[in-house]
């Protein structure tokens, strides 16, 4: 426990921890430091290998790649020491260090020892910074060693100053202060919208709610502090809350931090993973390469979006105060312009849209740019000036950020950038002038902000080619919500082809992910017959969406879609789903502080049987535990959570929380259109308890009709005995995804493993026809919810294994069913049942799959996005 005793003199003598060349902080080669951003300090060049403790204290945080540390000495003052400059990335090869948090030290004890020639030659300098951290309260006092001397070990080096008394409470974690240490969860990292959530919690709970990641700490006031951290999946960083509700703030932080997160914004985000390893070929004298951000196919000309920025003048000609004002009320104007605009996307269901123009809204809101804009104003900037460079500098970071979901950010903040000087320049605005787009054209550009891409989708380009960007930026999102094909990541050479072929018929293969310049006559006539065939082929698909969807051999195969939301459930029911067949209603219990109650609950699953008209609809009980936490339910930890108590098995140990989800369930009208599954049934039994449970619960409420009752078959166990759970179960739904983990012991999370757990490994596909049969046996029907139910190849397999009912993402709905259509059963299954017979592994079974697809279904190069534009 740290001394907080104020009556000794504040002031704390740091000794030179090593003999090194005292180096002023502010010349240390990298910004971060040299700005003073952690805080003030002092910086030393290593003259040896072993660094000792500059003074007495506490270690209280070490970085998990060890090359940095906290030190808390005895008056309550946060030191951080920082073992060379960009040593993180080294992840602790060549640093030896002998303390561990929670240590006590004296000043002389050993800290690290470290390989010194390693350092130097991989890290970018073995200049080691040592920053007060708790600046608003210390200040540093250098000592008498002038710069570019040497230090001895041990001498004095410079005092920490008390600038005011340390609050024993926040310091010492008393009642008004948390925190814990968690892993993130967050597939993407700590993106915009996570970033805005949490600082919606600090806001909710009047608290300061502070992210502490390697030595960096950001406020959740700030969104770019919070995004500077650049935390990824898989990240420890601490949460520390501070303020009278500084419990539950820590709380939901922690769930909203420690829960992966929904499926994103569209069906294909998930897909497009924030992969900083792939490598875009650069083409060749034809071609240019990119990512495909939204597939598609399309051909017109090749026309340049330039971005045109607005002019402005550097330095203000109103008074400080005057330009301040105009700063506040352009920022009040455009924060009152994206509630509108937010919530006609919303009543209009372009959730999407919604979605980002509430990030925008929320970088908008962020104290810091505001502050340092106001600082720059008062300096002499002009209110536009000084916004545009603030945010400038953000740009930048976000830019260089190693992961390309921040990186793509950059779009979003310099969209914010330019409205907000439209508004603050308008004349400026005008004469920065709109391009004159043509319909149909093939659009390049260097980067382009999301605002700028709606307003561009409005002139109807025919594709969009980004020399920048990324798959997951918003700009992706909604060109794969708009069936706009696009390329991303296309770099310069781009621009180069843009510029020497503005106006030349190209062909834009974003399927191929490749830009067509110069393509023959037959070329293009070609892929013009494609894209003919292709719209003709979705325009066909979607207007018969809402028909039921039998095979060539007349089997009736129901296609539902798969929700997490009743927002969900009405795009399901406009994009033709014959009903709901997995609601997955964990999601309404996530990245909240307690379960919403009965008649929240009741509110939502109600909503959803509404939103799908006549149509049936499944609502998953609660599937909590392995990769899905709830923080207020704090399970203990056991050794494996994906074998342990998760699904209904964790459901019937919470009684009160499933009854309460039952009752819900129970109030929603009609009845008979309303199915309840349970998930992770390992045995007849637990179906058998939770239908009694039903039955007490309907007799209390004096209700006469009863819901559906089934069971999801995600473990091998309920395959294998599938024809009990049939006697028992009014439905069996297949989860492949966790049949799949489970039947191979593959982790579905596992990324490594990923290319291998594939749901056409023939075990599986045994399971699933052991699941069938033993269905059909009690005539119990077999639906499939799991991804594999809208893969390309493996819908086709279930169909011939003889599964009813096929539940996909709402934008798969007609493109699933048009190939259905398309299938004849029975001659796939005979196909199907001699290849299981042979020795295959789930690659080649893949191929034959797609083969016989491919000779036997007509295949379409429609794109997903492309069915679903009408439907999104
Ligand atoms: C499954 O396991 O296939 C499934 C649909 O459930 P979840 O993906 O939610 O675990
Ligand atoms: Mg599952």
């Given at each position: 426990?740290?001394?907080?005793?104020?009556?000794r003199?504040a002031?704390t003598?740091?000794y030179?921890p090593l003999?090194?060349?005292?180096?002023?902080?502010?010349q240390?080669p990298?910004?971060?430091f040299a700005q003073?951003?952690?805080?003030?300090?002092?910086?030393l060049e290593?003259?040896?290998?072993?660094?000792?403790?500059?003074?007495d204290?506490?270690?209280v945080?070490l970085?998990?790649?060890q090359?940095?540390?906290?030190?808390r000495?005895?008056?309550?003052c946060?030191?951080l020491?920082?073992?060379?400059?960009?040593t993180?990335d080294?992840?602790?090869?060549?640093?030896n260090?002998h303390?561990?948090p929670g240590?006590r030290?004296?000043?002389?004890?050993?800290?690290?020892?470290?390989?010194?020639?390693?350092l130097?030659?991989?890290?970018l300098s073995l200049?080691?910074?040592?920053?007060?951290t708790?600046s608003?309260?210390w200040?540093?006092?250098p000592?008498n060693?002038?710069?570019?001397?040497?230090?001895a070990?041990?001498?004095?080096l410079?005092?920490?100053v008390?600038?005011?008394?340390?609050?024993?409470t926040v310091k010492e974690?008393?009642?008004?202060e948390?925190?814990e240490?968690?892993?993130?969860?967050?597939a993407a990292?700590?993106?915009?919208?996570p970033?805005?959530?949490?600082?919606?919690i600090a806001?909710?709970h009047d608290c300061?709610?502070?992210l502490?990641?390697?030595?960096q700490?950001a406020?959740?006031?700030?969104?770019?502090?919070?995004?500077g951290?650049?935390?990824?999946?898989g990240?420890?960083?601490?949460?520390?809350a501070?303020g009278?509700?500084a419990?539950s703030?820590?709380e939901?932080?922690?769930?909203?931090?420690?829960t992966?997160?929904a499926t994103?914004?569209?069906?294909?985000h998930a897909?497009?993973?924030?992969?900083?390893?792939?490598?875009?070929?650069?083409?060749?004298d034809t071609?240019?390469h990119?990512?495909?951000?939204?597939?598609g196919?399309?051909?017109g000309?090749l026309?340049r979006?330039?971005?045109?920025?607005?002019?402005i003048s550097?330095?203000?000609?109103e008074?400080?105060?005057?330009?301040?004002?105009?700063?506040?009320a352009?920022?009040?104007?455009?924060d009152?312009t994206?509630?509108?605009?937010?919530?006609?996307?919303r009543?209009?269901?372009?959730?999407a849209?919604?979605?980002i123009?509430?990030?925008h809204?929320a970088w908008l809101?962020d104290?810091?740019?505001r502050?340092?804009?106001?600082?720059?104003?008062q300096s002499?900037?002009?209110?536009?000036f000084?916004?545009?460079?603030?945010l400038?500098?953000?740009?930048?970071e976000?830019?260089?950020?190693?992961s390309?979901?921040?990186a793509?950010?950059?779009?979003?903040?310099?969209?914010?950038?330019?409205r907000l000087?439209a508004?603050?320049?308008?004349?400026?605005?005008v004469?920065a002038g709109?391009?004159?787009m043509?319909?149909g054209?093939?659009v390049?550009s260097?980067?382009i902000?999301?605002?700028?891409?709606?307003?561009?989708?409005r002139?109807?380009?025919?594709?969009l080619?980004?020399?920048?960007?990324?798959?997951t930026?918003?700009v992706?999102?909604?060109?794969?919500a708009?069936?706009?094909?696009c390329?991303?990541?296309?770099?310069?050479?781009?621009?180069?082809?843009?510029?020497?072929?503005?106006?030349?018929?190209?062909?834009?293969?974003?399927?191929k992910a490749?830009?067509?310049?110069?393509?023959?006559?037959?070329?293009l006539?070609k892929?013009?017959?494609?894209i003919?065939?292709d719209?003709?082929r979705?325009?066909?698909?979607?207007?018969?969406?809402?028909?039921?969807a039998?095979?060539?051999?007349?089997?009736?195969?129901?296609?539902?879609?798969?929700?997490t939301?009743?927002e969900e459930?009405?795009?399901?029911?406009e994009a033709?789903?014959d009903?709901?067949?997995?609601?997955r209603?964990e999601f309404?219990?996530?990245?909240?502080?307690?379960?919403?109650?009965?008649?929240?609950?009741r509110?939502?699953?109600?909503?959803?049987l509404?939103?799908?008209?006549?149509?049936?609809?499944?609502?998953?009980?609660?599937?909590?535990?392995a990769d899905?936490q709830?923080d207020?339910?704090s399970l203990?930890?056991v050794p494996?959570?994906a074998?342990?108590t998760?699904?209904?098995r964790?459901?019937?140990?919470?009684q009160?929380?499933?009854?309460?989800?039952?009752?819900?369930l129970?109030?929603?009208?009609?009845?008979?259109?309303?199915?309840?599954?349970?998930?992770?049934?390992?045995?007849?039994?637990?179906?058998?308890a939770?239908?009694?449970?039903?039955?007490?619960l309907?007799?209390?409420?004096?209700?006469?009709?009863?819901?559906?009752l089934?069971?999801?078959?995600?473990?091998?166990?309920?395959?294998?005995?599938a024809?009990?759970?049939?006697?028992?179960?009014d439905?069996?739904?297949?989860?492949?995804?966790?049949?799949?983990?489970?039947t191979?012991?593959?982790d579905r999370?596992?990324p490594?493993?990923?290319?291998?757990?594939?749901?056409?490994h023939p075990?599986v596909l045994?399971?699933?026809?052991?699941?069938?049969k033993?269905?059909?046996?009690?005539?119990c029907?077999?639906?499939?919810?799991?991804?594999?139910?809208g893969d390309p190849q493996?819908w086709?397999?279930?169909v011939?294994l003889?599964?009813?009912?096929?539940?996909v993402e709402?934008a798969r709905?007609?493109?699933?069913?048009?190939?259905i259509?398309?299938?004849d059963?029975a001659?796939?299954?005979?196909?199907?049942?001699?290849?299981?017979?042979?020795?295959?592994?789930?690659?080649?079974?893949r191929?034959?799959?797609?083969?016989w697809?491919?000779?036997?279904?007509?295949?379409?190069t429609?794109?997903?996005?492309?069915?679903?534009r009408d439907?999104?």
């Amino acid at each position: 426990m740290p001394d907080t005793d104020h009556s000794r003199p504040a002031v704390t003598p740091l000794y030179a921890p090593l003999k090194a060349v005292v180096v002023p902080l502010e010349q240390v080669p990298d910004p971060v430091f040299a700005q003073q951003t952690m805080g003030p300090g002092m910086a030393l060049e290593p003259l040896e290998a072993q660094l000792f403790s500059p003074c007495d204290g506490d270690i209280v945080h070490l970085a998990r790649t060890q090359h940095a540390l906290t030190l808390r000495t005895d008056r309550g003052c946060e030191l951080l020491i920082h073992l060379g400059l960009d040593t993180v990335d080294l992840e602790g090869e060549g640093i030896n260090v002998h303390v561990a948090p929670g240590d006590r030290v004296s000043q002389g004890d050993l800290l690290w020892d470290f390989d010194a020639d390693l350092l130097a030659c991989r890290a970018l300098s073995l200049i080691t910074p040592l920053v007060v951290t708790s600046s608003d309260q210390w200040r540093c006092e250098p000592g008498n060693a002038a710069p570019g001397s040497v230090i001895a070990r041990g001498a004095p080096l410079m005092a920490l100053v008390a600038t005011s008394m340390v609050s024993s409470t926040v310091k010492e974690g008393g009642n008004n202060e948390c925190r814990e240490l968690v892993t993130l969860a967050l597939a993407a990292g700590l993106h915009a919208r996570p970033a805005a959530r949490l600082r919606a919690i600090a806001r909710r709970h009047d608290c300061t709610l502070l992210l502490e990641h390697d030595v960096q700490q950001a406020d959740a006031t700030s969104l770019t502090a919070l995004m500077g951290l650049s935390l990824r999946q898989g990240d420890t960083l601490e949460i520390i809350a501070c303020g009278n509700h500084a419990a539950s703030a820590l709380e939901e932080a922690v769930a909203l931090l420690t829960t992966p997160e929904a499926t994103e914004l569209d069906p294909g985000h998930a897909a497009l993973a924030d992969d900083t390893s792939t490598v875009v070929p650069s083409g060749d004298d034809t071609t240019c390469h990119g990512l495909t951000a939204s597939p598609g196919l399309a051909v017109g000309p090749l026309v340049r979006l330039a971005r045109a920025r607005i002019e402005i003048s550097p330095d203000r000609e109103e008074s400080a105060e005057d330009a301040k004002r105009a700063l506040t009320a352009a920022i009040g104007t455009l924060d009152d312009t994206l509630i509108s605009d937010i919530e006609r996307a919303r009543t209009e269901g372009r959730s999407a849209e919604a979605d980002i123009l509430e990030a925008h809204q929320a970088w908008l809101d962020d104290p810091a740019l505001r502050e340092e804009s106001l600082a720059h104003i008062q300096s002499g900037r002009s209110a536009a000036f000084a916004w545009r460079e603030v945010l400038e500098g953000r740009i930048s970071e976000l830019r260089r950020s190693e992961s390309r979901l921040l990186a793509a950010r950059a779009d979003d903040l310099r969209d914010l950038q330019e409205r907000l000087i439209a508004l603050l320049a308008p004349e400026a605005a005008v004469a920065a002038g709109q391009i004159e787009m043509t319909p149909g054209a093939i659009v390049v550009s260097d980067e382009i902000t999301p605002s700028q891409f709606l307003a561009l989708d409005r002139a109807a380009p025919a594709g969009l080619c980004l020399a920048g960007g990324g798959t997951t930026s918003h700009v992706a999102l909604l060109a794969r919500a708009r069936g706009l094909p696009c390329l991303a990541a296309m770099g310069p050479q781009v621009l180069e082809v843009v510029a020497r072929h503005a106006g030349e018929s190209v062909i834009l293969d974003a399927q191929k992910a490749v830009l067509v310049f110069q393509p023959t006559l037959d070329e293009l006539e070609k892929a013009r017959e494609q894209i003919e065939q292709d719209r003709a082929r979705a325009r066909a698909e979607r207007q018969v969406a809402h028909e039921p969807a039998r095979t060539l051999d007349a089997a009736l195969i129901e296609v539902c879609a798969n929700v997490t939301g009743h927002e969900e459930a009405r795009v399901a029911h406009e994009a033709g789903a014959d009903g709901i067949g997995l609601m997955r209603s964990e999601f309404l219990f996530m990245a909240q502080s307690r379960a919403p109650d009965e008649q929240a609950q009741r509110d939502i699953y109600q909503q959803a049987l509404d939103g799908m008209g006549a149509h049936p609809v499944i609502i998953r009980t609660l599937d909590i535990g392995a990769d899905k936490q709830l923080d207020y339910l704090s399970l203990p930890p056991v050794p494996n959570p994906a074998l342990g108590t998760r699904g209904i098995r964790l459901m019937t140990r919470h009684q009160p929380l499933l009854d309460v989800q039952l009752r819900a369930l129970l109030s929603v009208r009609p009845l008979d259109r309303l199915g309840i599954m349970l998930p992770m049934v390992t045995e007849a039994a637990e179906l058998v308890a939770v239908r009694e449970r039903l039955e007490v619960l309907a007799q209390e409420m004096n209700l006469e009709g009863r819901p559906a009752l089934g069971a999801m078959i995600e473990v091998p166990a309920a395959a294998l005995c599938a024809d009990q759970l049939a006697q028992v179960a009014d439905f069996l739904s297949i989860g492949t995804n966790d049949l799949t983990q489970y039947t191979l012991a593959m982790d579905r999370e596992d990324p490594d493993l990923a290319g291998r757990a594939d749901v056409l490994h023939p075990a599986v596909l045994r399971l699933i026809d052991m699941t069938v049969k033993g269905a059909a046996m009690h005539r119990c029907p077999v639906g499939v919810c799991g991804a594999a139910a809208g893969d390309p190849q493996a819908w086709a397999a279930l169909v011939a294994l003889g599964v009813d009912e096929l539940s996909v993402e709402p934008a798969r709905v007609a493109a699933v069913k048009a190939g259905i259509r398309r299938l004849d059963r029975a001659a796939l299954s005979r196909a199907l049942r001699d290849w299981l017979d042979e020795p295959l592994d789930s690659i080649t079974l893949r191929q034959r799959l797609e083969q016989w697809l491919g000779e036997h279904v007509l295949t379409s190069t429609t794109t997903d996005a492309g069915a679903s534009r009408d439907a999104i």
